[in-house]
């Protein structure tokens, strides 16, 4: 059974800080690593994905993947209010069709 | 932008009653999925459907739910007799690619309240 871990947070950060999510997972086998924004009552919406060793940016964000420690994060620079949400981890599947999430961590940025 | 559309937005139906939940997936997408989302818990796949078959199913996808494309631009879950645990948010998804291969669109999502 596959697991994603998080820390639910809140975390809260001022606004034009860095913010920094965290994400284990349980499968070595995993290769595709999303990060999903959700706003209250919202549905994800997909904020980057990675799938190779190393950071990946993408403006503000930089998804950050190291397979030999099974560690996913995510760093949001000169964060906004408006980036406050929760962030959902999710890895694929073994039939590599189903995405397994995390329970999200909660993000507030006050202004 | 193109984006998964889902209706209704909200279902209130009486416990043991059959549900249709509908979704119109992104248009040049091959792959759907159903989650499921009880509120204040996380995001859970049910199923995977491509090329009118199930690709993959969770252990809450069970003999009462079921997916059906009936057309060239619908996707539907039925669920056939619900229960008070099948409350929850219920969202679409679809992609080009399999899932752990290209990123998955999400639609709205329905709100479905079993009474």
């Known amino acids: 059974q596959k697991e994603v871990e998080q820390n639910s947070g809140p975390l809260s950060v001022p606004e034009g800080a860095i913010a920094s999510l965290n994400c284990t997972y349980s499968?070595?086998?995993?290769?595709?690593f999303f990060w999903y924004r959700q706003y209250s009552g919202k549905s994800p919406e997909l904020i980057m994905f990675i799938y190779s060793n190393g950071d990946k940016e993408d403006g503000r964000f930089t998804a950050q993947l190291n397979k030999a420690s099974q560690y996913v994060s995510l760093l949001i620079r000169d964060s906004q209010p408006s980036d406050s949400a929760t962030y959902l981890c999710?890895?694929?599947?073994?039939?590599?069709?189903?995405?397994?999430f995390g329970k999200g961590t909660t993000l507030s940025v006050s202004s | 932008e193109p984006e998964v559309t889902q209706t209704p937005s909200h279902q209130v139906t009486q416990m043991g009653q059959e549900v249709i939940l509908r979704c119109v997936p992104i248009?040049?997408?091959?792959?759907f999925y159903w989650y499921r989302q009880i509120l204040g818990q996380k995001v859970e796949f049910l199923v995977s459907?491509?090329?009118?078959?199930?690709?993959?199913k969770s252990e809450i996808f069970d003999d009462q739910f079921s997916v059906e494309r009936p057309d060239g631009s619908n996707f539907t879950l039925k669920i056939r007799s619900t229960k008070l645990e099948d409350s929850a948010m219920y969202f679409c998804?679809?992609?080009?690619?399999?899932?752990?291969?290209?990123?998955?669109?999400f639609g709205p999502g329905t709100r479905l309240t079993v009474l």
């Open positions: 459907f491509y090329n009118n078959e199930i690709s993959e």
């Open positions: 998804a679809s992609s080009e690619e399999p899932a752990g291969y290209n990123e998955q669109f």
């Open positions: 999710a890895v694929n599947g073994q039939a590599g069709t189903a995405l397994i």
């Open positions: 248009s040049n997408h091959l792959y």
């Open positions: 499968d070595r086998g995993s290769q595709s």
